[in-house]
C-alpha cells in the first residue's frame, strides 16, 4: 500500500478570505488516496462554516492535478480476502461524499489546474464550482481503456457537460486539452501557465468582495433548482428571491447602488 504523509493536502490562508487547499502528493501523481479525499472533506466542512472564509480554490503540486484513484492501492485491494469489495465500496462511497461536499459547500469552491486530470480527478475538476486551467493542462476519463468505466465521474460530468460531450469522453477515454475543455465547458477557461494563479485569484476576488449571505444563498438554490422541473425551479427561485428581498444585505446593497457607493456587507 502507499506509504501515508503527515498533510496530504497543504493549506494556505490568502488575504480577503480566500482559502488555498493543495494537492501534495506529486510522487503519486495527486492521487484521490483515502487519506487525500478524508484530507479534503475535512477541510472543506471546515471552510464552510467559518464564517473568515469566503471563496476555496483546490490547486496542486506537480504538473499532474490529480490522477484520479490510486490503481496500485486497488491492485493491492484485490489481495483481500473478498478480493477488495469492502475496500472499493469505500473508496468510491468517500470520493462521492467528497464530490456532494463541494457541491453542497456554502463557498464556491474553484479548481486552479496546472497539468493533468484524469479519471476521478477529472471528476474533481467537473465538481467545483468554476475551474480555470493552464494552457497546457489536459484532462480524460480513461476508464474504460482499463476495463474499468468512469461511472462516478459521469454524474459530474452528465451535469456539467452536454450528454453527447459527457458520452465522447466517457466511451473513448480520450485525452483532450484545454481548448477543448472550455469548448465543452468542463472548464471556464485557460490561460498560459505562468498567468494560472493570478487568472483565479482576479476570479476569487470578485466572488470574496460579495455578500456571503447572498452568495450561499444563491449557490444552494443554484445546484437545488437544476433538478427540478421548470415550474418546480420557477416556484422554488420565486421563494427564495423574497427571502433574500428580506435580507439585510440585499437592504444594504440596493441602497449602496442608488447611493453610488461601495456596500458594506452584514454577512448575516
Avoid at 120 to 131: I, K, M, P
Wanted: charged content about 20%; aromatic content about 4%; glycine content about 4%.
Amino acid at each position: 500500500m502507499t506509504k501515508h504523509i503527515k498533510n496530504i493536502v497543504k493549506i494556505d490562508q490568502l488575504e480577503g478570505g480566500i482559502l488555498r487547499l493543495i494537492l501534495n502528493d506529486s510522487k503519486n501523481k495527486n492521487a484521490l488516496s483515502e487519506q487525500m479525499m478524508k484530507e479534503l472533506i475535512d477541510h472543506i466542512f471546515n471552510a464552510s462554516s467559518n464564517n473568515s472564509i469566503r471563496v476555496i480554490i483546490i490547486s496542486a503540486v506537480g504538473d499532474v492535478f490529480c490522477s484520479g484513484h490510486n490503481l496500485k492501492e486497488i491492485t493491492d485491494a484485490r489481495n483481500n480476502e473478498d478480493e477488495g469489495k469492502e475496500y472499493f465500496s469505500n473508496l468510491f462511497n468517500l470520493c462521492s461524499s467528497l464530490m456532494q461536499m463541494i457541491v453542497t459547500c456554502s463557498k464556491p469552491v474553484i479548481a486552479e489546474i496546472n497539468g493533468v486530470a484524469t479519471a476521478a480527478g477529472c471528476q474533481l475538476v467537473a465538481s467545483c464550482d468554476l475551474a480555470i486551467a493552464s494552457d497546457s493542462s489536459k484532462f480524460a476519463t480513461p476508464g474504460v481503456n482499463i476495463g474499468l468505466f468512469c461511472s462516478t465521474p459521469m454524474v459530474a460530468l452528465s451535469r456539467n457537460l452536454s450528454k453527447k460531450n459527457s458520452m465522447k469522453m466517457l466511451l473513448t477515454g480520450e485525452m483532450i486539452d484545454s481548448i477543448e475543455a472550455k469548448r465543452i465547458s468542463l472548464i471556464n477557461d485557460h490561460v498560459p501557465g505562468k498567468n494560472l494563479h493570478s487568472a483565479v485569484m482576479s476570479v476569487a476576488k470578485k466572488i470574496a468582495s460579495k455578500s456571503l449571505t447572498t452568495v450561499k444563498l444563491g449557490k444552494e438554490a443554484f445546484y437545488r433548482q437544476h433538478e427540478m422541473s421548470l415550474s418546480e425551479a420557477y416556484n422554488y427561485t420565486s421563494a427564495i428571491m423574497t427571502e433574500n428581498s428580506l435580507a439585510d444585505d440585499a437592504k444594504e446593497g440596493i441602497a449602496a447602488f442608488l447611493e453610488k457607493r461601495d456596500p458594506n456587507w452584514n454577512d448575516d
